[in-house]
């Protein structure tokens, strides 16, 4: 049957909770850049009224806050475990959370930097955990179905944060995100999932060095995450762009709604699959067949069909990108390495949207569509040579050295494009 990868993964010990656990838990986290955001620049119930110029500059500092910490947390939870900087990230949260509501501007701006760079890990704890619990050839389907929890995150966590601004104002909103991220944080310190498997941790306890594991062929890892969140952003803000000029803003949410629907049906069809795909082959993809989807702008009806190949490769690049990072990195630097994973991700995106901003006011939202499938296919082609400069101690054991084969078990042998 072919959901039975699935049946065999949930009857894992622990898994089904951490998975549940980590979709509660990401939904406030997804919800503070929109609150921030609607906090600095709409007018009324506590909101400071002052644009969505200085609301940017508030985002922004948080963002590369977050891009700075999160490979510091993971390294920390490689170092002391997952507990304490739980610990430390959820009573920072709650702090500012509960807090910047009364702020002023600048240090509204100063604390968000603060608070970005102590975020509560959820995303790379999740994922980290997950690689210490699945077996090496469940992991995919293990990614997957994160995959797709996360992107029902993200469906609910900025939709709830507008509504609640609107609704309730900043000072109430802000306090239930306060108390979510609380709960989150103490979701999962109560849970405390592993970050090493049984295996790994009885293996010798050394020191991991950055050099065995932060090879070129990781950094072109990283470049090609950072390509398919550059797609991803430029493909929302050109789609919303498009649907705003044919004055269609009332359908804006449904339109989205159908594109993450897309990503939902491509990463549960990924996960039932025999074997995988390098993330070269899926980002590729999903840049080549975004590229045309400007060509049907003028009917934003016939855009939102013209996602759907795109759209089904979405959660399967990004899982694909998670499964072979948890591949070539050791257990002694996985948080580390997905703490990197998750800046590539920040970056992408906040990369994306100026550039994408900036070709939609000057040629229009077609040629940001056009722009940002390219940039997904250029990466990737700049990637291709460092790709087989890829770590190859990852999976070794002191009694099982690594296999120096270009290919994994499950993967299949295709111009040697495999994980």
């Known amino acids: 049957m072919a959901i039975e990868p699935y049946r065999r993964l949930l009857r894992l010990p622990g898994v089904r ?21 609607l906090h600095v620049a709409e007018q009324g119930m506590g909101r400071m009224g002052l644009g969505y110029a200085l609301a940017g500059l508030v985002t922004a500092v948080s963002t590369i806050g977050m891009a700075v910490g999160s490979p510091l947390s993971g390294r920390f939870v490689d170092r002391y475990g997952l507990r304490p900087v739980l610990l430390v990230t959820t009573i920072a949260q709650a702090v500012f959370w509960s807090t910047a509501w009364a702020m002023p501007y600048w240090l509204l701006a100063v604390a968000a930097a603060v608070a970005g760079l102590l975020a509560l890990p959820v995303f790379s704890a999740v994922r980290q955990s997950l690689a210490a619990m699945v077996p090496v050839e469940q992991r995919r389907v293990a990614f997957s179905i994160d995959s797709m929890f996360v992107e029902l995150s993200y469906m609910t966590g900025p939709a709830l944060s507008v509504a609640g601004i609107i609704a309730l104002g900043s000072t109430w909103t ?37 050099r065995t594991w932060f090879t070129p062929g990781f950094f072109a890892l990283l470049g090609t995450t950072m390509a398919a969140t550059f797609v991803l952003t430029a493909t929302e803000l050109s789609l919303v762009a498009t649907m705003n000029t044919a004055g269609a803003e009332a359908w804006v949410g449904l339109a989205i ?5 897309y990503s939902l049906v491509g990463g549960f069809v990924y996960g039932m699959l025999p074997r995988g795909f390098s993330p070269l082959v899926l980002i590729a993809g999903m840049g080549l067949l975004t590229v045309p989807v400007g060509l049907l702008a003028g009917d934003w009806r016939l855009l939102v069909l013209a996602l759907l190949p795109a759209g089904l490769l979405c959660a399967p690049s990004l899982s694909s990108t998670v499964d072979v990072l948890s591949r070539w990195v050791p257990a002694g630097a996985r948080g580390e390495a997905m703490g990197f994973h998750g800046t590539a991700l920040l970056i992408g995106g906040a990369a994306s949207a100026p550039i994408a901003g900036a070709i939609i006011d000057g040629a229009g939202p077609p040629w940001a ?45 295709v111009a040697n494009l495999t994980t």
């Open 17 to 37: 909770t951490l998975l549940l656990v980590g979709l509660l838990a990401r939904i406030p986290s997804t919800a503070t850049g929109m609150a921030l955001t």
């Open 369 to 413: 569509f056009l722009v940002a499938g390219l940039v997904g296919v250029g990466m990737v082609a700049l990637a291709l040579p460092f790709w087989r400069r890829r770590p190859q101690d990852a999976l070794a054991t002191p009694d099982q050295p690594a296999e120096p084969s270009t290919t994994e078990p499950d993967q299949p042998p």
């Open 257 to 261: 709604g159908i594109w993450c629907v």
């Open 174 to 210: 802000f306090a239930l995100i306060a108390v979510g991220l609380t709960g989150a944080g103490v979701g999962l310190l109560l849970l405390d999932p592993p970050v090493r498997s049984a295996e790994e941790l009885r293996q010798p306890q050394a020191k991991v060095s950055r």
